[in-house]
Antibody
Framework: QVQLVQSGAELKQPGASVKVSCKVS????????VHWVRQAPGKGLEWLGG????????VYAQKFQGSVTLTVDTSTDTSYMELSSLRSDDTAVYFC??????????????WGQGSLVTVSS | EIVLTQSPATLSLSPGERATLSCRAS??????LGWYQQKPGQAPRLLIY???IRATGIPARFSGSGSGTDFTLTISSLEPEDFAVYYC??????????FGGGTKLEIK
């Protein structure tokens, strides 16, 4: 049973950084690709980036290139998403997601519970 | 970047009725399209992938069709638990992976 458990809610000031964690259990993280999707209040889903296992590196949406950094700690099966230079429009629920379908690029059949990041002074 | 446009934005139907949701891609994506269901306060749930393959545990009343630029999610007979927001997602050309803007299926 694959489970993704994310860190808790964060309140950050504009200009700060936030790091959200996603611990994977029931699967072997280094064989799979964790991605990050966000959802602003009342809005749709937006893909930030994820790991491309074919090339062994993170890939990002152009909009987030330079502001989002994805890392993985395989010793703890935990993936991290760090977003820097926060603005008020970064206020959103951030989801980690992964696929067990064996397709690349992926769809996401496993999701974390979401982490609310609020950016406010 | 491939843009996905979903229609209608809101669909009002009654339990037992048939629902037809549309997703149109800005360029051909073959059959590399998935559908998700999201209920308030929950993460999305994968329903359909590669246009027509039901994900594990998804009831048979959910079906997907289409190829190229035009795709449809059909719910044959609505159950009360089906009222939610539905998103499509393409994996044809990345990065980025992109989602449609969503269709809210509400009870009439």
């Amino acid at each position: 049973q694959v489970q993704l458990v994310q860190s808790g809610a964060e309140l950050k000031q504009p200009g700060a950084s936030v790091k959200v964690s996603c611990k994977v259990s029931g699967s072997i993280l280094n064989e799979l690709s964790v991605h990050w999707v966000r959802q602003a209040p009342g809005k749709g889903l937006e893909w930030l980036g994820g790991f491309d296992p074919e090339h062994g590196e993170a890939v990002y949406a152009q909009k987030f290139q330079g502001s989002v950094t994805l890392t993985v700690d395989t010793s703890t099966d935990t993936s991290y998403m760090e977003l820097s230079s926060l603005r008020s429009d970064d206020t959103a629920v951030y989801f980690c997601a992964m696929s067990h379908l064996g397709l690349l690029p992926p769809y996401f059949d496993y999701w974390g519970q979401g982490s609310l990041v609020t950016v406010s002074s | 970047e491939i843009v996905l446009t979903q229609s209608p934005a809101t669909l009002s139907l009654s339990p037992g009725e048939r629902a037809t949701l549309s997703c149109r891609a800005s360029e051909s994506i073959s059959t590399f399209l998935g559908w998700y269901q999201q209920k308030p306060g929950q993460a999305p749930r994968l329903l359909i992938y590669d246009a027509s393959i039901r994900a594990t545990g998804i009831p048979a009343r959910f079906s997907g069709s289409g190829s190229g630029t035009d795709f449809t999610l059909t719910i044959s007979s609505l159950e009360p638990e089906d009222f939610a927001v539905y998103y499509c997602q393409q994996r044809s050309n990345w990065p980025p992976l992109t989602f449609g803007g969503g269709t809210k299926l509400e009870i009439k």
